[in-house]
C-alpha cells in the first residue's frame, strides 16, 4: 500500500438556495504519503471536505484528482479511499475479524483469504487474538482500532479520518496517536486527518489548513502556522494566547511592550503581536537580557507546567503576556519578573486581516 498525490481545487458546496456555503473554493494538495491536518472549529467545513473527498457528497463547484486522474463521477467504493469516523461504525453482532473482512466479502474474495487479511490487519493494529470476539464486546479504544484495521484492509491510497480520536479519553488517544504514527511508517497512506485540537494536528500532521465558515483561512507545514499565522483567526485556533495591539513601523513593532524587532520584515501599519507562550521565557527583574518587565497576575497549572499571565506597563496601555514556564519552575502571583521574547517567537498579525474581531485596545486603521 502507498499513498497518492490528492489535489483539491476549488471545491465548493452550497446546501440550499440562498445558504452560505458549508465550503466556498476550498484548494489544497497532499504530496503522497504525507498526512494533512484540516483544522477548524465546528460547522467549519472539514467533514464536507472529507465527504467530496470521498464521493460521498457531490461538490457545486471544484474537482478531486487523486494520480492526476480527476474523480467527477467515480463512485466512493471505486476511488482507492477509505474513511474512518468518530464512531466506529461496526457491525455489533458480527466478530470482530468479520467485521475487518467486510470489505473484503463485498469485494467477492474467498472467506478464508478474507479473514487471514483481516488477522493481518487486526495485527498491525495490536488486535492479535481478539478477531473471535463479538464486536459490541470492545471497548471504546479497541473498537476505533477495528475501525481503523478495516480501513486500513480496503488498501486505500487515501486513509479519510474524520476526528477519528474526539470521543477517546486523553489515554487512550496518545496511543492512538503512536498507534497511527507507526502505521504511517509501514504502510505509507496519504492521510487527510480532521480535527478541532491543534495540538493533535501538531502530534500526526506534516501539514495543516485551516478552515473557519467554509472559507481555508491558510494552509503550510505546522510549524510555519504556529510561527507566522496570518489572521489572528488562525492564531487562536492554534491555541495563541498573547496578542498586543500596536503598530509596525520601519520593520519594529510598537507597543506597551516597547519596539520590537520581527524576524521577516511586515508592512507598516496596525498591526497586533501575537506570541507563542511557549516561546516567551520568565526570568528576573534585574535579568539584562529581558525585553520588557512585568508583574505576575494569574499562574495556573497544567499537567507537568505553569501557564503564568504577566502584565506589563508601557506606553498608551497594558500589554499581557502569556508564558509556559519551565518544569519545576514556579513564580507566585504578585511577583515582579522579566520577560525574554525570543524574535523567532514574535509575528505581527496585520490589524486588517481580522474582520470581525476586535482586538482589546487596538489602534484604529
Ligand atoms: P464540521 O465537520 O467542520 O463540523 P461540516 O462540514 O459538517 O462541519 O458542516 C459545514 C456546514 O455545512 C455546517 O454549517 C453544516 O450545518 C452545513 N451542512 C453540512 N451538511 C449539511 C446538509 N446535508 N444540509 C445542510 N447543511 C449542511
Ligand atoms: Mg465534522
Aim: with cysteine.
Amino acid at each position: 500500500m502507498s499513498g497518492g498525490v490528492l489535489r483539491l481545487t476549488g471545491l465548493t458546496r452550497v446546501h440550499g438556495k440562498g445558504s452560505a456555503p458549508a465550503l466556498a473554493d476550498f484548494s489544497l494538495e497532499v504530496p503522497a504519503g504525507a498526512c494533512m491536518a484540516i483544522l477548524g472549529p465546528s460547522g467549519s467545513g472539514k467533514s464536507t471536505v472529507l465527504r467530496l473527498t470521498a464521493g460521498l457528497d457531490e461538490p457545486t463547484a471544484g474537482s478531486v484528482h487523486l494520480d492526476g486522474a480527476d474523480l467527477a463521477g467515480v463512485l466512493p467504493e471505486r476511488r482507492g479511499m477509505a474513511m474512518v469516523f468518530q464512531r466506529p461504525l461496526l457491525f455489533p453482532h458480527l466478530s470482530v475479524r468479520d467485521n475487518v473482512a467486510f470489505a473484503d466479502r463485498v469485494r467477492g474474495v474467498p472467506r478464508r483469504t478474507a479473514r487471514r487479511r483481516a488477522e493481518e490487519f487486526l495485527g498491525l493494529v495490536q488486535l492479535d487474538g481478539f478477531g473471535d470476539r463479538p464486536a459490541r464486546a470492545l471497548s471504546g479504544g479497541q473498537e476505533q482500532r477495528v475501525a481503523l484495521a478495516r480501513a486500513l484492509a480496503a488498501e486505500p491510497r487515501v486513509l479519510l479520518l474524520d476526528e477519528p480520536f474526539s470521543a477517546l479519553d486523553a489515554r487512550l488517544r496518545e496511543e492512538m496517536h503512536e498507534l497511527l504514527a507507526d502505521l504511517r511508517m509501514r504502510l505509507d497512506p496519504t492521510i487527510l486527518l480532521v480535527t478541532h485540537d491543534h495540538a493533535e494536528a501538531g502530534a500526526l500532521a506534516d501539514g495543516v489548513a485551516v478552515l473557519d465558515r467554509g472559507r481555508l483561512l491558510q494552509a503550510g507545514p505546522m510549524r510555519e502556522l504556529y510561527a507566522r499565522p496570518a489572521s489572528l483567526a488562525v492564531s487562536r485556533l492554534l491555541g495563541g494566547r498573547t496578542e498586543v495591539a500596536g503598530v509596525v513601523r520601519d520593520g519594529r513593532h510598537e507597543s506597551p511592550l516597547g519596539s520590537l524587532d520581527l524576524p521577516t520584515p511586515v508592512p507598516d501599519g496596525p498591526a497586533v503581536l501575537v506570541v507563542r507562550h511557549e516561546a516567551v521565557q520568565v526570568t528576573t527583574a534585574a535579568d539584562p537580557a529581558t525585553d520588557a518587565v512585568g508583574t505576575v497576575v494569574r499562574a495556573r497549572r497544567r499537567g507537568m507546567r505553569t501557564l503564568v499571565t504577566v502584565e506589563v506597563p508601557g506606553d498608551g496601555g497594558t500589554a499581557a503576556v502569556d508564558a509556559e514556564l519551565e518544569p519545576g519552575q514556579e513564580v507566585p502571583t504578585g511577583r515582579t519578573v522579566g520577560l525574554r521574547l525570543p524574535v523567532e517567537g514574535r509575528w505581527a498579525v496585520p490589524v486588517d486581516g481580522v474582520a470581525g474581531e476586535p482586538v482589546a485596545g487596538a489602534p484604529r486603521a
